[in-house]
């Protein structure tokens, strides 16, 4: 095929496939047959692969996944992303609809009612129709740039089908149910860690940094909001919703209504009638259909003022106690667990709730074989709420809280002012050895993937390991060995391994598991001490005066560095070449001329490509944004940048090329 012809006929199947996902994926309705789709794609792919220049960003191809990063670059909102009040109960949208009516000075106000996607909140940034960039909520100012990812979300038009030169839009990203059973099921088969429900198992996808793993995940976006807008002039929410559902995008259906009370009978009808839905919703969203009046009673600091969530109350059941056991966990800490008999609620089957600790079992008398009220309040593991006395036979026991530990037959202690007894052999107590290498290879931590909880128990009972250290010293023999442990896994497993070396300091001293020690404190410790060599000779008083770590926690890393154990442990990871900072390391980015400041990537650069750039950049200690505010200090720009480059030139900042930047460096 010449290329002219082939540049027509790219062009011609990009429209059909593009239009066939959205009558399958959007509209429900297919029109041709999986195998008429393949034979479209393989066409397209086969062009593409003969003129790969021809390959854009809004080809079907590209929802796939193309190659996987390295970490995700940062994107300052255009607009940020508020939260929404809550309203627990009928009582409060009566109040909210009093407030709206006083401070309009009307009493005639129409409502559209949405539901609440239990999901994640995406930006989408299309510019001249095409999809420019997928940004997660972040802290509301500045998200993930996870475009490579929300590409593969297969309802998200790549290219808008009413040609809006600007539009940012705004919606949830969520898996359907159906499709987090299944995920949920080969998990389990493959000895994985299970997603606790369909948000996480979302929040986990979306922030995969391999796309061709998010793109097997089936995740669907529905959008519900657009925040800019060029080349129309919507008047209500609802011409948004509609003009969102022209351009392509699956939308709610609005409920539009000014009657307060056929509102609140429509939040309640959803709260018994959720589980109907194919994906999760956990309220609804009363929102001002008018954007005027929206604009004229405006927003607080986190949320507008002309809009309310309606939250569903918790979902309670009652089932009877079979039996309390007790789990211990990485710290030794020793929590009641109820096994229950199997009650359907909320969705899904519960036969297990958390009694926290021997206290809370005392002050609600709960004993075995007692009838409870358990609730699910949106999280994960249930909870017992109460004893049903009336259901009370007498033939309920007590239970006794074990002296000793139910794994390792250590006795229990428990500290002063904790509500935990902890299992007092942190040494070598089986359970707290599983829970601690878990919590190491997990994945805010040393992220080692192909290494679930199975794997780990594997390599502990076949004593290949006997702490986190050792996973380093593994060879790809002894992998083998284990059962359902092919050549490739050992592979994989071997190769996150290495790769885990290069995590940061934050995330080794998060992986070590030091008690009250979590993400947020692993990174002030890392910014403080710029190697664990330092952190380890910190004394106490070295700690305490750091804003974040109060007196628990400094004695905590005090008595974690204490132990010789740890030491070794340490000296040990090091000798296995794990990165554990370096003073070196600290003096550089302390001095280069990108330290502390902000610098904007656009366009094409001659020979970086835009992970190297960034890492770059990062490593000289600058902090990379996708978007160009007034707060950039620098934008490196390429060949062909866009609308980036003009916006810094209107705003007077600093636009280096890659030679500049070099020399910067070297500088
Ligand atoms: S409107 C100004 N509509 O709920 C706030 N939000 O606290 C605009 N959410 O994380 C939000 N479904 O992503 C709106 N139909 C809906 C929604 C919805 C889910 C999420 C949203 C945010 C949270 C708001």
Redesign the pocket.
């Known amino acids: 095929m010449e290329e002219q012809q082939a540049v027509k006929r790219l062009e011609a199947l990009k429209q059909e496939i593009a239009h066939h996902d959205r009558m399958y994926y959007v509209l429900d309705h297919p029109e041709i047959s999986d195998y008429q789709y393949d034979q479209l794609m393989r066409e397209l792919l086969a062009i593409e692969e003969a003129y790969p220049h021809l390959l854009t960003a809004d080809s079907p191809s590209q929802r796939v996944g193309g190659e996987a990063l390295k970490q995700f670059e940062s994107y300052t909102h255009r607009n940020p992303?508020?939260?929404?009040?809550?309203a627990y109960g009928t009582d409060d949208l009566r109040e909210f609809h009093q407030r709206i009516c006083n401070d309009l000075g009307r009493e005639e106000i129409e409502y559209v009612v949405?539901?609440?996607?239990?999901?994640?909140?995406?930006a989408l940034y299309y510019e001249n129709g095409v999809l420019q960039n997928g940004v997660t909520?972040g802290d509301g100012v500045t998200g993930e740039d996870v475009t490579a990812n929300v590409r593969t979300v297969k309802n998200i038009p790549l290219r808008l089908q009413n040609n809006l030169p600007v539009l940012e839009a705004?919606?949830?990203v969520y898996l359907p149910k159906a499709s987090f059973a299944k995920i949920n099921e080969q998990r389990e088969k493959n000895g994985e860690s299970l997603f606790a429900n369909c948000r996480n198992a979302a929040a986990g996808s979306i922030r995969q940094l391999d796309p061709k793993v998010t793109a097997q995940r089936d995740l669907r976006a529905?959008i519900?909001?657009m925040m800019h807008v060029e080349g129309a002039e919507p008047a209500t929410h609802s011409q948004c919703v509609a003009l969102l559902k022209e351009a392509g995008f699956t939308t709610?259906e609005p409920f539009i209504s000014s009657d307060i009370d056929a509102i609140c009978e429509y939040c309640v009808y959803w709260g018994e009638h959720r589980h109907d839905l194919p994906f999760d919703?956990?309220?609804?969203?009363i929102?001002i259909n008018s954007l005027a009046d929206q604009e004229t009673l405006g927003?607080r600091a986190k949320?507008?003022r002309w809009?309310i969530?309606y939250k569903f109350p918790p979902e309670q059941g009652i089932t009877r106690i079979e039996e309390i056991v007790v789990q211990v966990g990485r710290t030794g800490a020793v929590t009641p667990v109820a096994n229950l008999e199997p009650v359907f609620l909320a969705g899904s089957t519960i036969s297990r709730a958390t009694l926290h600790n021997e206290d809370f079992i005392r002050e609600k008398d709960i004993r075995i074989g007692d009838y409870v009220v358990i609730q699910k309040a949106g999280e994960v593991i249930p909870e017992v709420v109460s004893v049903v006395q009336e259901k009370r036979a007498g033939t309920e026991q007590e239970y006794v809280f074990p002296q000793v530990c139910p794994v390792c037959g250590a006795p229990l202690i428990r500290v002063e002012g904790e509500a935990a007894w902890r299992c007092s052999d942190s040494m070598t107590c089986p359970a707290q050895v599983r829970e601690g290498i878990i919590h190491f290879a997990s994945r805010d931590a040393m992220n080692i993937e192909g290494l679930g909880p199975a794997v780990i128990t594997q390599l502990l009972d076949a004593g290949l390991i006997q702490n986190a250290a050792d996973l380093y010293y593994l060879q790809k023999e002894q992998l083998l060995t284990l059962e359902r442990m092919g050549e490739k896994s050992a592979d994989n497993l071997l190769n996150s391994l290495a790769a885990s070396k290069q995590r940061t300091l934050a995330q080794v001293i998060y992986a070590l598991g030091i008690r009250l020690v979590g993400q947020n404190v692993a990174k002030v410790l890392a910014r403080r001490f710029p190697t664990m060599e330092a952190l380890q000779n910190a004394g106490y008083d070295d700690l305490v005066v750091i804003d974040e770590v109060g007196p628990k926690i400094a004695e905590s890393i005090t008595a974690y560095f204490g132990q010789q154990r740890h030491i070794a442990f340490l000296q040990k990871l090091a000798e296995a070449g794990v990165s554990l900072g370096s003073a070196e390391q600290e003096q550089k980015q302390q001095n280069t001329a990108f330290t502390g400041k902000t610098v904007v990537l656009t366009g094409t650069l001659p020979t970086l490509d835009r992970r190297e750039a960034s890492a770059l950049i990062e490593q000289a200690g600058g902090k990379v944004s996708g978007s160009v505010s007034k707060k950039t200090d620098f934008v490196l720009a390429g060949e062909s940048a866009g609308s980036k480059l003009t916006k810094a030139q209107d705003l007077g900042i600093t636009i280096i090329d890659e030679e500049t930047f070099l020399q910067m460096l070297k500088d």
């Open positions: 992303l508020l939260s929404l009040m809550n949405e539901y609440k996607i239990d999901g994640l909140s995406i909520r705004r919606g949830e529905i519900y909001t709610m919703i956990d309220g609804m969203v929102k927003n949320n507008p809009a969530a």
